[in-house]
């Protein structure tokens, strides 16, 4: 009985050790998102916390999504080794003074479309010139699909990418100055020329557009899609998608 009880024991310290260890996360990820935006917008964000949070249970990490960006504090965002902002950015001078410290102490942030749309009434120098360096200065309308270049796949953002792809149909941000203007700024994929020109009521028809890009000197990832309904729908893109939670989340802050 005594020898029985003993192989219980075992057996059942074994499987709680292998049961907590299955459900420790590799990482933290708290997303930022808001319901108040242009509807195309708002749209995306909801596609993308189901995206993800499919990605989290299959990649074993913590996903977490909030509208209240208050959250954006010191206190809190020593839990989160990766934060995302779906379709906003903060207003508040606080928040971004947070956001600003976490990112330069090693936290680690991946941004989509309007999270990097800036105009004159931003007013926040350090993330539009230093972090994202770059400044929107127009758009295509409506959302189209687009050829994009892959510029470097020998990226982990960019593992298992073709040359060139099909993204589906998104609204195009064009940026001057262009953030590969900076000397830190990589950028990975953009906009193939062979798309000009682009849209029917705001018509691009020529120039650099970066799409994708990181910044050198932090852990971050920009990527101009985040417009619409369709986002998810390229296998290809979501690979892109997938390999940026990743590396982001395990370069993030320990
Ligand atoms: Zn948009």
Same mark, same amino acid.
């Given at each position: 009985?005594?020898?029985?009880?003993?192989?219980?024991?075992?057996?059942?310290?074994?499987?709680?050790?292998?049961?907590?260890?299955?459900?420790?996360?590799?990482?933290?990820?708290?997303?930022?998102?808001?319901?108040?935006?242009?509807?195309?917008?708002?749209?995306?964000?909801?596609?993308?916390?189901?995206?993800?949070?499919?990605?989290?249970?299959?990649?074993?990490?913590?996903?977490?999504?909030?509208?209240?960006?208050?959250?954006?504090?010191?206190?809190?965002?020593?839990?989160?080794?990766?934060?995302?902002?779906?379709?906003?950015?903060?207003?508040?001078?606080?928040?971004?003074?947070?956001?600003?410290?976490?990112?330069?102490?090693?936290?680690?942030?991946?941004?989509?479309?309007?999270?990097?749309?800036?105009?004159?009434?931003?007013?926040?120098?350090?993330?539009?010139?230093?972090?994202?360096?770059?400044?929107?200065?127009?758009?295509?309308?409506?959302?189209?699909?687009?050829?994009?270049?892959?510029?470097?796949?020998?990226?982990?953002?960019?593992?298992?990418?073709?040359?060139?792809? @099909? !993204? *589906?149909? %998104?609204?195009?941000?064009?940026? #001057?100055?262009?953030?590969? $203007?900076?000397?830190?700024?990589? &950028?990975?994929?953009? @906009? !193939? *020329?062979? %798309?000009?020109?682009?849209?029917? #009521?705001?018509?691009?028809? $020529?120039?650099?557009?970066?799409? &994708?890009?990181?910044?050198?000197?932090?852990?971050?990832?920009?990527?101009?899609?985040?417009?619409?309904?369709?986002?998810?729908?390229?296998?290809?893109?979501?690979?892109?998608?997938?390999?940026?939670?990743?590396?982001?989340?395990?370069?993030?802050?320990?």
């Amino acid at each position: 009985m005594r020898q029985w009880l003993a192989a219980f024991f075992v057996v059942l310290a074994f499987t709680c050790g292998m049961t907590l260890h299955a459900q420790q996360p590799r990482f933290h990820v708290l997303a930022f998102y808001t319901e108040k935006t242009e509807a195309d917008h708002v749209d995306f964000a909801r596609q993308a916390l189901t995206f993800f949070a499919d990605q989290a249970k299959r990649d074993n990490f913590a996903w977490q999504a909030t509208t209240n960006w208050d959250d954006l504090n010191a206190a809190n965002l020593q839990h989160y080794q990766l934060v995302v902002w779906l379709n906003d950015s903060p207003h508040v001078g606080a928040q971004r003074a947070a956001f600003e410290q976490y990112m330069k102490h090693g936290g680690a942030w991946l941004g989509f479309h309007f999270a990097g749309y800036n105009d004159e009434r931003t007013h926040w120098p350090w993330f539009v010139h230093d972090f994202l360096s770059a400044v929107f200065l127009t758009n295509s309308w409506p959302p189209l699909p687009a050829t994009l270049v892959v510029e470097d796949r020998g990226q982990p953002v960019t593992q298992g990418l073709p040359e060139t792809f @099909l !993204s *589906p149909a %998104n609204e195009w941000y064009m940026w #001057k100055p262009d953030p590969r $203007a900076s000397k830190n700024i990589h &950028v990975l994929l953009s @906009l !193939s *020329p062979s %798309n000009y020109p682009l849209g029917m #009521k705001d018509t691009l028809t $020529a120039g650099d557009l970066p799409v &994708v890009w990181t910044n050198t000197r932090y852990k971050m990832l920009y990527c101009n899609m985040g417009h619409g309904d369709k986002i998810f729908t390229s296998a290809t893109q979501n690979r892109l998608f997938k390999n940026a939670i990743l590396w982001l989340g395990e370069a993030g802050v320990k």
